[in-house]
Every structure is written in structure tokens, then in C-alpha cells.
């Protein structure tokens, strides 16, 4: 068997998000546990010129299935609307995607491959072909937004792990 579009996209991004689900949980335990506000994880950073953390989550999101979806439409352009700002609509967000994902057709994200696809954000434009979108600039970004909220978290004293980051991998059967 060879691998597919599908079969190197959404499985991944799938276990990422499911490991972002744990991560939410556990920082809403965390804020219960030390008395911090959950406003404070929402809103920190890594650094002062970075986004904050609910960003971070949303981002997973954008560039898992908001590029599936900007795949059909052909363009995707970044989304500059304030992220979710509670830690309920955050884990709501998550579920969604990873529902949403879950119900992917593989056939039909595999009849994109080699079909144009632009990230237009006004002054930078890049055109691709679907795989290449996909693989080069969507995934990547998801696993950077991933690793930065993890790494949030840790920032803020969380006793999270690597374990926690990578959650459940495919293992053979």
C-alpha cells in the first residue's frame, strides 16, 4: 500500500489534536489545583512579540481542518479574529475539528493532490499544489502552534510531558 494524501494528513493531525484535547483538560485541572485564573493561560505568551496561548490552540485548528477546508475554496487567507476566550470554547473548538476531521473522506482529499491552492495574506502570497500546501506550510504550522501551547504550559509550571505532547501514537497492532 502507498501512502496517501490522507493517510499522511489527517491521522496526524488527528493525534495532535487529541493530545491538545488532554493538554486543555489538564490545564483546566492545573488552574482548579493552584488557584491561577484560566485567563491567565489563555492570554500567555512565550514571549512578548508572540500570540498567546488560546491563539495557539485555535491555530491547530486553522491548519488542520481549516485547510482542508480552504482546499475546496482553493485560497486560504490567516484568520485575524480574536481567538476563543475561555477555556470551554477553546475544548469546544478542539472537539469540533477532531469531529469534523474524523468524518474526512479519504477519497476526496486524495482528488486534490495536484490541484493549485494559495495562502494570500495580502502582502505575501504563496501559490502551491494541494500536497505541497498540505504537507510544506499546513502541517508544519500545526505542529508549531502544537509544540507552542505545550510549551506555554510548561512555561506556567504544568507538570506535562512529552507523553502529553505526542499522545497516542499508531502503533502496529
Not at 496517501?4 to 493525534?15: D, E, I
Not at 512578548?48 to 487567507?77: C, K, N, W
Not at 504537507?135 to 501551547?149: D, E, G, K, R
Request: include cysteine.
Amino acid at each position: 500500500m502507498s501512502i496517501t494524501l490522507y493517510s499522511a494528513t489527517v491521522p496526524a493531525w488527528l493525534q495532535v489534536l487529541h493530545s491538545i484535547s488532554g493538554l486543555l483538560d489538564k490545564a483546566e485541572a492545573f488552574c482548579a489545583e493552584t488557584g491561577l485564573a484560566p485567563d491567565e493561560l489563555i492570554q500567555a505568551r512565550l514571549a512578548d512579540d508572540m500570540l498567546p496561548f488560546a491563539y495557539q490552540i485555535r491555530a491547530t485548528t486553522t491548519h488542520s481542518l481549516g485547510a482542508l477546508e480552504a482546499l475546496r475554496a482553493g485560497v486560504i487567507h490567516p484568520d485575524r479574529s480574536a481567538p476563543p476566550a475561555t477555556m470551554v470554547a477553546l475544548r469546544e473548538l478542539v472537539g469540533r475539528t477532531i469531529v469534523a476531521l474524523e468524518a474526512v473522506d479519504a477519497e476526496d482529499l486524495n482528488s486534490y493532490v495536484g490541484k493549485d491552492m494559495r495562502f494570500d495574506a495580502g502582502a505575501l502570497v504563496l501559490d502551491f499544489v494541494a500536497e505541497d500546501f498540505l504537507l510544506s506550510f499546513a502541517q508544519p504550522n500545526l505542529y508549531f502552534h502544537a509544540v507552542t501551547a505545550y510549551d506555554i504550559l510548561r512555561s506556567k509550571g504544568m507538570q506535562i510531558g512529552k507523553r502529553d505532547y505526542l499522545g497516542r501514537p499508531r502503533v502496529k497492532a
